[in-house]
């Protein structure tokens, strides 16, 4: 059962743009929201993360928003740049369950 | 502060054979997780161990097992191989395994010819 959805396999913006990917899920259980960046050949490296208690985060030139009412959230990357081109992971968790994770967004900044 | 160490990097076996993984999370942590990354699949939730004991399980068959020892190290193994099971596994490590991010290791990338 996939829980947590990214839709969108790929995502291809201009450098000094802004990046918008997409997360949805389905168990309203899930209290606690991350976004993992991952290199080929790297393990996911933590990016930002979420509580269930705000609608916003925001860390430099990162975003993230949360809609419970939608069960979506999104993180925003502005502005982007090549080296921001990777996989985001998009994950929910809630109490000491597990962290479940989306497939996963293909980012490319082109220069 | 060593990060998660994941042992082999890589592996190559074949139908049919047995192999075991090994994971050494961040010093401190108690908490280990395994996930399996195949292409267009994201990552797929095997297992989490929390001071020895498994806590939660991903919806895998019984050829995929783990274990933690009291120093917090895991090793996953994966009997009877199958072509399916050539991916990239991963191991995470947290302090507590509740709402909190994980840290993960580089993988070990196995194919199964």
């Known amino acids: 059962d996939q829980q947590v959805k990214q839709n969108s396999p790929s995502l291809s913006v201009q450098e000094g743009r802004i990046s918008i990917l997409n997360c949805d899920y389905t168990?309203?259980?899930?209290?606690?929201f991350l976004w993992y960046k991952k290199y080929p050949a790297e393990g996911p490296t933590f990016l930002i993360s979420?509580?269930?208690?705000?609608d916003k985060n925001e860390d430099g030139r990162f975003t993230v928003f949360l809609n419970k009412s939608a069960k979506h959230l999104s993180l925003h990357i502005v502005p982007s740049q090549p080296g921001d081109s990777a996989v985001y992971f998009c994950?929910?968790?809630?109490?000491?369950?597990?962290?479940?994770f989306g497939a996963g967004t293909r980012l490319t900044v082109k220069p | 502060k060593a990060g998660v160490t994941q042992t082999p990097r890589y592996l190559i076996k074949t139908r049919g054979q047995q192999v075991t993984l090994s994971c050494s999370p961040i010093?401190?942590?108690?908490?280990v997780s395994w996930y399996q990354q195949t292409p267009g699949q994201g990552l797929q939730f095997l297992f989490e161990y929390f001071s020895e004991t498994q806590r939660n399980k991903g919806n895998f068959p019984g050829r995929f097992s783990g274990r933690q020892f009291s120093n917090s190290r895991s090793e996953m193994n994966v009997s009877t191989l199958e072509l399916g099971d050539s991916a990239l596994y991963l191991c995470a490590s947290g302090k507590t395994g509740g709402a909190e991010k994980l840290f993960f290791g580089s993988g070990t990338q196995l194919s199964v010819l």
């Open positions: 168990n309203s259980m899930f209290d606690y």
């Open positions: 994950a929910a968790q809630y109490n000491n369950n597990d962290m479940r």
């Open positions: 010093s401190g942590h108690r908490s």
């Open positions: 979420i509580s269930s208690i705000k």
